[in-house]
């Protein structure tokens, strides 16, 4: 089962500069099936409760954004994973795109 996260009304930002996801060796990450090269975007999610950052993980082409944009994130899925005793939520998107901004009439 794959769990969703709902963007709809929440103000997603760039905050980092997106980087290559490595192993533990240092080696770009790729998609297991597709051999795509995988992406991490920290991002600042901001809504009527707060706001919070995330890393977001995408494959194949680099993420196009920049520090300071807005940005639309397409079906962002929460993965949450426990190791070592170790727990949290991974995050990862089909895709990461600026948000257009409304054109002034």
Known sequence: ?????????????????TEPKNDQNGNQRSEKNTGRLMWSTQVFVLD??????????TAGEKPNVSVGQLVAVEQ?????????????????AVSLKPLQAPSAK
């Open 48 to 57: 009527e409760t707060g706001g919070e950052v995330i890393t977001v993980t």
């Open 1 to 17: 089962m794959k769990l969703y996260v709902d963007t709809t009304g929440k103000q997603v930002t760039v905050s980092k500069q």
């Open 76 to 92: 962002l899925e929460a993965i949450p994973w426990a190791t070592n005793g170790r727990n949290g939520v991974a995050f990862r």
